[in-house]
Protein backbone atom coordinates (compact mmCIF):
# COMPACT_ATOMS: atom_id res chain seq x y z
CA UNK A 1 0.00 0.00 0.00
CA UNK A 2 1.32 3.53 -1.09
CA UNK A 3 2.22 5.76 1.74
CA UNK A 4 0.38 9.21 2.17
CA UNK A 5 3.62 10.81 1.07
CA UNK A 6 3.80 8.50 -2.34
CA UNK A 7 0.40 9.31 -2.99
CA UNK A 8 0.89 12.90 -2.85
CA UNK A 9 3.78 13.10 -4.55
CA UNK A 10 2.67 11.16 -7.84
CA UNK A 11 -0.25 13.28 -7.66
CA UNK A 12 1.78 16.44 -7.89
CA UNK A 13 4.07 14.72 -10.87
CA UNK A 14 0.79 14.28 -12.49
CA UNK A 15 -0.34 17.88 -12.18
CA UNK A 16 3.63 19.16 -12.90
CA UNK A 17 3.15 16.71 -16.30
CA UNK A 18 0.04 18.23 -16.84
CA UNK A 19 1.28 21.70 -16.62
CA UNK A 20 3.97 20.97 -19.11
CA UNK A 21 1.52 19.14 -21.55
CA UNK A 22 -0.39 22.54 -21.60
CA UNK A 23 1.73 24.84 -22.05
CA UNK A 24 3.34 22.47 -25.49
CA UNK A 25 -0.16 22.37 -26.58
CA UNK A 26 -0.60 26.27 -25.91
CA UNK A 27 2.16 27.90 -26.66
CA UNK A 28 1.39 31.21 -26.46
CA UNK A 29 -0.19 31.01 -22.51
CA UNK A 30 2.01 30.83 -19.40
CA UNK A 31 0.92 27.57 -17.42
CA UNK A 32 3.07 27.89 -13.93
CA UNK A 33 3.64 24.57 -11.54
CA UNK A 34 4.56 25.35 -7.94
CA UNK A 35 7.85 24.19 -7.55
CA UNK A 36 7.65 24.07 -4.01
CA UNK A 37 4.87 21.04 -3.97
CA UNK A 38 7.63 19.32 -5.00
CA UNK A 39 8.98 16.99 -2.30
CA UNK A 40 11.43 17.55 -0.05
CA UNK A 41 9.72 20.67 0.06
CA UNK A 42 6.89 19.31 0.95
CA UNK A 43 6.31 16.75 3.76
CA UNK A 44 2.36 16.05 3.54
CA UNK A 45 2.64 14.94 7.54
CA UNK A 46 3.75 18.37 8.17
CA UNK A 47 0.65 20.13 5.95
CA UNK A 48 -2.18 21.95 8.98
CA UNK A 49 -3.23 24.33 6.15
CA UNK A 50 -4.16 24.54 2.67
CA UNK A 51 -4.30 28.09 0.99
CA UNK A 52 -5.38 28.66 -2.45
CA UNK A 53 -4.41 31.98 -4.03
CA UNK A 54 -5.99 33.43 -7.46
CA UNK A 55 -3.98 32.95 -10.43
CA UNK A 56 0.24 33.18 -10.60
CA UNK A 57 0.76 36.45 -11.75
CA UNK A 58 4.40 38.18 -12.73
CA UNK A 59 6.15 37.09 -9.95
CA UNK A 60 5.16 33.56 -9.49
CA UNK A 61 5.65 33.16 -13.35
CA UNK A 62 9.11 33.65 -12.87
CA UNK A 63 9.70 32.34 -9.76
CA UNK A 64 8.02 28.96 -10.40
CA UNK A 65 6.58 29.58 -7.49
CA UNK A 66 2.78 30.49 -5.87
CA UNK A 67 2.37 33.40 -3.34
CA UNK A 68 6.06 34.19 -4.32
CA UNK A 69 7.38 36.32 -1.16
CA UNK A 70 8.63 39.59 -2.70
CA UNK A 71 10.09 42.07 -0.21
CA UNK A 72 10.36 44.19 -2.29
CA UNK A 73 7.06 45.11 -3.33
CA UNK A 74 4.67 44.86 -0.43
CA UNK A 75 1.21 45.31 -2.58
CA UNK A 76 1.65 41.71 -3.94
CA UNK A 77 -0.09 38.98 -2.56
CA UNK A 78 3.13 36.67 -1.75
CA UNK A 79 4.40 39.44 -0.07
CA UNK A 80 1.16 40.06 2.52
CA UNK A 81 0.65 36.11 2.78
CA UNK A 82 4.26 35.36 3.92
CA UNK A 83 3.90 38.68 6.13
CA UNK A 84 1.07 36.97 8.14
CA UNK A 85 2.42 33.92 8.14
CA UNK A 86 5.65 35.76 9.90
CA UNK A 87 3.29 38.01 12.35
CA UNK A 88 0.79 34.98 12.96
CA UNK A 89 4.67 32.62 13.69
CA UNK A 90 4.02 30.15 11.46
CA UNK A 91 6.04 28.13 9.94
CA UNK A 92 5.69 27.53 5.75
CA UNK A 93 5.98 24.20 6.11
CA UNK A 94 2.68 23.79 7.90
CA UNK A 95 0.61 25.41 4.57
CA UNK A 96 0.27 23.78 1.15
CA UNK A 97 0.02 26.14 -1.11
CA UNK A 98 -2.25 26.04 -4.40
CA UNK A 99 -3.69 28.26 -6.89
CA UNK A 100 -7.21 28.29 -8.44
CA UNK A 101 -5.46 28.24 -11.82
CA UNK A 102 -2.03 27.59 -13.14
CA UNK A 103 -2.66 30.14 -15.93
CA UNK A 104 -0.86 32.85 -15.51
CA UNK A 105 -2.20 36.40 -16.26
CA UNK A 106 -0.70 40.01 -14.91
CA UNK A 107 -4.47 41.08 -14.33
CA UNK A 108 -7.16 38.37 -12.43
CA UNK A 109 -9.66 40.17 -15.11
CA UNK A 110 -7.97 38.71 -18.35
CA UNK A 111 -8.74 35.22 -16.98
Known amino acids: MATIQKRYDDLIGGFQRQCET ?3 KNPTMDF ?29 LKMGEYLYDCTNDKKRSG ?17 LVL ?6 TSESEKL
Open 22 to 24: WKS
Open 32 to 60: VFNKKLLYPSVDITKIQYIIVADNPGDNE
Open 79 to 95: YIAHEAFRQLSLSEELF
Open 99 to 104: NKTPIY
